[in-house]
């Protein structure tokens, strides 16, 4: 489930969301509400109410699951065929609706527009938890199982030919690797079609307990080694206390994500940055980024709950 941050890409620009456009000012007025429930209702709020005022797609379209995988011990990776004319950005999420099951599912779909074109399909990685749709995932989610789906999301990468060159620093914790790890792939897709030429570089900072809980981790230290001077990462492992693989050796950093690290990467006239994690990571790195110079609109945010 996601709250996204205050601005999203259209028509070739970055344009705030809100009359004040004030990015902490949409943080504030989440927790106002955050506060509000709190003291009325124990009763968290699920997807649909969290998003309501998030752009959808009208359609919602027929899927069927064409592939399970145990991406880590506590994720599972959908591979899902959809309908012809199913279309999403990178970086967007579904409404993910199941048979039988009242409540509406909301994950982020982790595979490139480049997969869907080539082959059909799209991928969703899904935690385990007790919320009905992601246990059913876990639970009952068979090969050929039937669900329908619905695309949204203000939070993507879509780059036109005639927007300006960008460099990306993508910051992700936990499993809100998958939007990013979608932006990573998307701009790997439009590097190996020399297309368009104002993709500048991209690096990655993502932070997990331990390795085993790094998604997606070979596939992205496969990138980085395909487009060394385009692709790039730094994995954040904050408890593990056994030996590293040794492939993951280079790019390990015991410890959070740490200012330093941010600061190296960011060009107040290039960077755009795309964050997604929990809420207190996010918040604390959004006022790493704007100390350093990093203006308000090339900050795009999205928390997960």
């Not at 009208?58 to 699951?65: D, E, I, K, L």
């Not at 007790?130 to 999301?153: F, K, N, Y």
């Not at 203000?154 to 992700?172: I, R, W």
């Not at 368009?196 to 307990?209: E, M, V």
């Amino acid at each position: 489930m996601s709250v996204p941050g205050v601005l999203f890409r259209a028509a070739g620009s970055f344009t705030l969301l809100g009359a004040s456009g004030g990015l902490f000012n949409r943080s504030s007025g989440l927790c106002r509400y955050a506060i509000t429930r709190k003291i009325t209702s124990k009763r968290q709020m699920d997807h649909l109410e969290r998003t309501a005022s998030i752009f959808r797609q009208n359609g919602v379209y027929p899927a069927r699951v064409c592939g399970i995988m145990d991406e880590s011990e506590t994720v599972k990776r959908l591979r899902l065929a959809v309908h012809a004319d199913f279309t999403f950005k990178a970086g967007q999420w579904v409404d993910f609706f199941i048979p039988g099951i009242e409540k509406v599912g909301g994950f982020s779909i982790c595979s490139s527009p480049g997969l869907l074109q080539r082959e059909g399909v799209i991928e969703l990685a899904v935690k385990y938890t007790p919320h009905p749709p992601a246990h059913w995932i876990h639970t009952q989610c068979i090969v050929d199982s039937l669900v329908e789906m619905r695309v949204g999301g203000d939070f993507f990468y879509d780059p036109l030919p005639s927007d300006p060159l960008v460099d990306l620093l993508l910051v992700a914790g936990g499993v809100g690797i998958n939007p990013l790890y979608s932006i990573l792939t998307h701009a790997a897709d439009l590097l190996r079609q020399n297309s368009p030429n104002n993709i500048g570089s991209t690096h990655l900072c993502y932070s997990a307990k331990n390795t085993q809980e790094l998604l997606f981790k070979k596939t992205i230290i496969d990138m980085c080694e395909e487009f060394p001077s385009k692709l790039s990462c730094d994995f954040h492992v904050t408890s593990q206390t056994t030996e590293y693989e040794q492939r993951l050796r280079p790019y390990i950093n015991p410890g959070r994500i740490s200012e330093e690290k941010l600061r190296a990467h960011v060009d107040p006239n290039t960077t755009l940055c795309y964050l997604c994690g929990p809420p207190p990571m996010i918040e604390s790195l959004v006022r790493i980024l704007l100390d350093s110079g990093l203006p308000r609109d090339r900050i795009l945010f999205e928390k997960w709950w």
